[in-house]
């Protein structure tokens, strides 16, 4: 079984992070892309615009935003890819640019692929 990071794409990179994912459907503010140290953008696992708009990192939203936000992955193909490397054993690290760092889509989707596999 691989492990499942999270970590803010903004603290420095690790020799241990694995494949970094970014999860974020937009590129995080102020970041430049050689930067990044990003091995996938997986644009398509994050959440829908309008769920990010109503979510507004906002801490009282965080169990609607979860729940919600596992309705969209349920059915999402886009995850294929990234669980494909998690059942190869790779250790994966799923970045954000969130300043939140509970209350984030990349927190949530850790618990949901830990849940899936």
């Known amino acids: 079984m691989s492990e499942v990071r999270v970590k803010r794409i903004y603290d420095p990179q690790a020799n241990d992070d694995g494949v970094r994912v970014l999860v974020d459907r937009l590129w995080p ?6 930067e990044a140290g990003i091995d996938l953008w997986l644009k398509d696992v994050a959440p829908s615009p309008g769920l ?3 979510f507004g ?5 965080w169990p609607g935003f979860q729940d919600r ?3 969209e992955l349920a059915g999402n193909a886009a995850l294929d890819e990234l669980l494909a490397m998690m059942k190869l054993g790779k ?3 799923l970045l954000f640019g969130a300043r939140d ?6 927190v949530a989707l850790q618990d949901f692929l830990r849940v899936r596999l």
Do not use: C, F, K
């Open 29 to 34: 503010r102020g970041m430049r892309r050689d």
């Open 52 to 54: 990010r708009r109503w």
């Open 57 to 61: 990192h906002d801490p009282v939203r």
């Open 69 to 71: 936000y596992r309705a």
């Open 91 to 93: 250790r994966v690290t």
């Open 101 to 106: 760092l509970e209350h984030n889509n990349a």
